[in-house]
Structures are given as C-alpha cells and as structure tokens.
C-alpha cells in the first residue's frame, strides 16, 4: 500500500468523525479555547487527530508525527507528517461547511505528499512530488492546474487573520486593506489549507498568511507546486515552513503579489 493509500484511509475515517460534530460544538459538545477567544477546539479535532496518527504511527513506525492538538511524535529519520485535523475549527463549530483535514509529508527533500479533504464539500485534494497534483468531486477525478491570471488588478485572493489579532500589531489588517485596493478581489475563507488548494485547482490567483504553522501549509504547498504554481516567502525567498510567512499563486502574478505585500502603507486606525 503506497503511502497515498494510507493517508486516504485515514482521511475516509477522519470524514465519518467529522461530520458525526459538524455544528453541534455550539449545542453541548465540548468547546474550548486554546491561545485566544477565537482559538477554537472541539471534541470531533482531539478524536479525528487521535484516528489519524493512530493510522500513520501503525502504517510509518520510523517517521515523526507532529498534530495541531498535541501529538509530538518527533524522533525518527528524516520524514515528519503534519496533521491538521480539523482546519478551520471555528466554521465547523458554527456548521459551515468550509473546513478540511490536512496531511503533509515532509522528508530531506521538502514538502513531498499533501492530502487536503473537505468532507462537507466533497472535495479531496492530493498530490505528491513529482506526481501531480488532483481533485475528486462529484465521483470524479481531474488534473490540478494553477489559474491563467497574468495580472494583480485581475487577481482573485484570499488571506487570513492571526489567533493573536485582538492583541498583536502584527494582524495582516494593513495587508488586507491594501490588496483589496489593487487586486480585483481578496476573500476570507478560514482555512489555510484549503486556501492553498484552491489556488492549486485555480479557483484564487494567489494566496498570503502569516503566523502559520507546518500543519496548516505542508499539504497546501506540494498542491500548488504540483498543479504549476509557486510558493515562497514574504519577500520571494525560498519558503521557511518554520517561519510561517507564506505567498502562495499561480506564479504569472507571483512577483506583484511580492511587491505589493513589500509596499504595504501602515494602517491609520481610529477610534
């Protein structure tokens, strides 16, 4: 069984206890808090990360497992999965369908396998380096390819917003507010990995976060690189996953998503 087996039997499984939760955190299930207010966690991400690593460590003894809920599994050789068992917690808490599981492989080559399932949607992104990357909807399974958009003012875009934005400067609110001036559009989904998917299946031009983790991104990135796209840094560097600075698009509009981010004016607030 190839490694991309393994993953989709854990992610079939995952799907089951996910949307046994979908939108009951808000009518008795446990609801928790994590970092902040907005740093959600529920029962149905403890129970989707426990089945998950349960499938990997069985399947992968030797590789470490790192989980967003607690799992550190970091010995081994050179391999790390990265599971994000309910990305976009807070949509699934309210029952919005918007929220995937993510799972990355990392080894001495960099991001190297990447399935992203939104079980609500009925939406599952995979790929591995070197072997494209793919989408099955609706029974069906086609070919990942980035968008054509040559230009930034042409450009549909997505973002998100730090745990810490009620109390860190460092919000992305100047960003946002000055790509939503020179791009066509910028959209708010909730879930990093599925906005890194959906640059991959050409659905957003291009796509910008920070203060992520290696759980939210690892997937996303082997799909965008996989469908045709580039993923870099704030500044264009060669990505840092540990520094969760990520600009992600189909490439043509990839320098001008770069310098617009670099050319951010400091957001005047009132009040």
């Known amino acids: 069984m190839s490694a991309l087996d393994v993953v989709a039997q854990a992610a079939d499984e995952a799907a089951v206890i996910a949307l046994g939760g979908l939108g009951l955190a808000r009518h008795g299930r446990t609801l928790g ?40 599994d970091v010995a081994g050789a050179g391999r790390a999965w990265y599971v994000d068992p309910i990305d976009g917690t807070t949509n699934f808490a309210h029952g919005l369908p918007f929220f995937c599981l993510s799972i990355g492989l990392q080894d001495e080559g960099g991001p190297a396998l990447g ?12 790929a591995t380096r070197g072997g494209g990357a793919f989408l099955r909807m609706g029974g069906e399974t086609r070919r990942l390819a980035v968008s054509r958009t040559a230009r930034l003012d042409e450009a549909l875009l997505a ?19 000055h790509l939503q001036r020179v791009a066509q559009a910028v959209r708010r989904v909730g879930a990093a990995a599925l906005d890194l998917a959906m640059v991959a299946a050409g659905w957003l031009d291009g796509y910008w976060e920070q203060k992520l983790k290696p759980w939210d991104l690892v997937a996303g990135v082997v799909l965008v690189a996989e469908a045709g796209g580039r993923v870099s840094g704030y500044g264009g560097e060669p990505l ?32």
């Open 159 to 177: 973002t998100g917003f730090p745990y810490d934005l009620r109390t860190s400067p460092e919000d992305n609110l100047a960003e946002f507010a």
């Open 240 to 271: 840092d996953i540990g520094r969760g600075r990520l600009v992600a698009s189909n490439g043509a509009i990839h320098d001008e998503l770069v310098g617009a981010l670099g050319a951010v004016p400091p957001l005047v607030r009132t009040g």
């Open 33 to 72: 808090r994590k970092q902040s207010a907005s740093d959600l966690v529920t029962e149905s991400d403890l129970a989707v990360e426990r089945a998950v690593v349960g499938r990997l460590r069985a399947a992968f003894p030797g590789d470490a497992i790192v989980g967003e809920e607690g799992t550190a």
């Open 115 to 126: 399935l992203i399932d939104a079980p609500a949607l009925g939406w599952r992104f995979t």
